[in-house]
């Protein structure tokens, strides 16, 4: 079962509530909730808070995207205030492993999210401990960025990892996902699409996620 995860990074945020009604009731699945820390990527986004004010408007799985340094400092914050998957860097964490059991104990799905530069070999003694890997379509900080090429082969060959052993995880894409490039994204194995500007730039959310939601 695909689904669309509107990045709420690029929505109208002093109507945030509204927006996420909108992209709720047009058929978003999953709420992408990105926070970044001026450190690990170029740009500062917001902090717990922001999820904890989230999850009172909505009951959509809430999928936050840590792009922060160090991130065991604040996994326990950004899942008791709701975050349902969580997902960090593997090029932020040094004990990956132990991050990611953490984040399991405490209740939240855990993901990986991978860089464009970054491959995925790592991978190969973390998967079995994961529910997702994002596999990052830009260089993470910024919405409204071009969707890099080069990952739409990294989604083929995850998937292909993931089907010959018959693995559970599911592949995540992030960044520049619009109506134009998800049927492709679709076809070589993607399951969750995340989308920011693709949706909240344009005009209908609800024509554009149904669009969406077809091509899948
Ligand atoms: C990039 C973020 C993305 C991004 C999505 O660092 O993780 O979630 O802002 O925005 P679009 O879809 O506009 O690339
Ligand atoms: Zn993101």
Known sequence: MKKIAPSIISADLLNLGNEIELVEKAGAEIIHIDIMDGIFVPNITAGWSLVEAIKEKTTLPLDVHLM????????????????????????ACIHLHRLVERIRELGASPG?????????????????????????????????????????????????????????????????????????????GCDIFVSGSGIFGTDDYDKTIRLMLDRL
Do not use: C
């Open 68 to 91: 922060i340094d160090k991130p065991e400092r604040y996994i326990e914050d950004f899942i008791k205030s709701g975050a349902n998957i969580l997902t960090i860097h593997q090029e």
């Open 112 to 188: 990986v999210a991978v860089n464009p530069a970054t491959p995925l070999s790592f991978l190969e003694n973390i998967i079995d401990y994961l529910d997702i890997v994002l596999i990052m379509s830009v260089n993470p900080g910024f919405s409204g960025q071009e969707f890099i090429y080069s990952s739409l082969f990294k989604i083929e060959k995850l998937h292909q990892t993931i089907s010959e052993n018959d693995l559970e995880v599911l592949i995540e894409v992030d960044g520049g996902i619009k109506i134009s490039n998800i049927a492709e994204v679709s076809n070589s």
